[in-house]
């Protein structure tokens, strides 16, 4: 079974180094995840999210001439990815007024606190 970019497969982890895995694909070919394609967050570790012969979903980003073939986890799961983006589109109407809201609540907090600490240096003390 060719590699196509583009195509989704699941693959089985045989490698971790520090720079990603090395994932077996249908039909005996082996890809590379790396680091940057394993999260949406920062990977520090790659341990910390694959072991060897997890069975993971990959997406083929790349086929070079040579043959290396490209992987990404991250793009594998699309819906997965980005949850903020399944959210509701908010208008810029509604965005404007929630933030003269909070800027006005902020300004009634500095307001209050800088009334409180009127008076200046040892405003406190008498005057002999």
Known sequence: ????????VE???TGITNFGAFIELPGGGTGLVHISEIAEVYVKDVNDFLKT????????ISVDPRGKVGLSIKQANPSAR???KKRLKVSFEDKLAK???ESEERQQVLKRSTEVKRGGRGSGRKME
Request: charged letters at 20%; zero cysteines; glycine letters at 8%.
């Open 1 to 8: 079974m060719p590699i196509e970019l583009g195509s989704v």
């Open 11 to 13: 693959g089985v982890v």
């Open 53 to 60: 012969n997890d069975r993971v979903s990959v997406k083929v």
């Open 82 to 84: 980005n949850p903020q």
């Open 99 to 101: 933030f003269l809201k």
